[in-house]
Structures are given as structure tokens and as C-alpha cells.
Nanobody, 126 residues
Framework: VQLQASGGGLVQAGGSLRLSCRAS????????MGWFRQAPGKEREFVAT????????YYAESVKGRFTISRDNAKNTVYLQMNSLKPEDTAVYYC????????????????????WGQGTQVTVSS
């Protein structure tokens, strides 16, 4: 399984960006995909996740109401629409796939995801 993330960039505070992550390979249909981020000197933290079959989503409190995760099953692609961006959202964003298909009912750990994309930089200027 390979994940290809795109859509990062530089934006002013209050602006918006949309990240995309396309999965290729033998994912099956019952799997989840998530977004994590890592700022310099900080640990990787959970952002949002979605189950591709059931459409169940889960968000970190810090992005709830500002970020929206969605999927296009036909394209094996997950999107992260990020609105009202803040300087503290600056990080490298990674998408990840969980082929075990755990329905997200709580904050997942990075170890739950077996495959990771290469990361895309998001920089929010103040």
C-alpha cells in the first residue's frame, strides 16, 4: 500500500488549505485513513480520521469545527479541508492508513496505522 499526500503550502492566518491523500495498492474496502501532524521539536499528534466504509469520523479537539475530513471511495482518496488556520497549525502533515479498519471512537495512536505517506508541509503565517 502506498499513500501519496499533497496540498500543503503557505497560507496566512485565517486562510484555508485542502490536503489530499490517495491510497494505492491492496487496501480492501474496510479500512481507515487518518491525518497526523508534527511540528518541529514536538511529537507527532493526531488530527483527524475517517473510516472509508462507514464514514465515521473523529477529530482532535484542537481542530474540531475548523477541519473537515472526507473521502472519495471511488478514488481511494481522503481529504482534509482546513479552515480558519492558525499559526499553531504549522506542521508537517502525514496521512496514514489503518487496514484493520478500526472504527474511530476515540483518539487513535500512530501505532494503529500500518502505512504512512511522505508528509506535506503546512505553514501558517501570522
Amino acid at each position: 500500500v502506498q499513500l501519496q499526500a499533497s496540498g500543503g503550502g503557505l497560507v496566512q492566518a485565517g486562510g484555508s488549505l485542502r490536503l489530499s491523500c490517495r491510497a494505492s495498492g491492496r487496501t480492501g474496502s474496510n479500512y481507515g485513513m487518518g491525518w497526523f501532524r508534527q511540528a518541529p521539536g514536538k511529537e507527532r499528534e493526531f488530527v483527524a480520521t475517517i473510516h472509508l466504509s462507514f464514514g465515521v469520523t473523529y477529530y482532535a479537539e484542537s481542530v474540531k469545527g475548523r477541519f473537515t475530513i472526507s473521502r472519495d471511495n471511488a478514488k481511494n482518496t481522503v481529504y482534509l479541508q482546513m479552515n480558519s488556520l492558525k499559526p499553531e497549525d504549522t506542521a508537517v502533515y502525514y496521512c496514514a492508513a489503518d487496514l484493520a479498519g478500526v472504527v474511530p471512537l476515540r483518539t487513535p495512536l500512530p501505532a494503529q496505522y500500518q502505512y504512512w505517506g511522505q508528509g506535506t508541509q503546512v505553514t501558517v503565517s501570522s
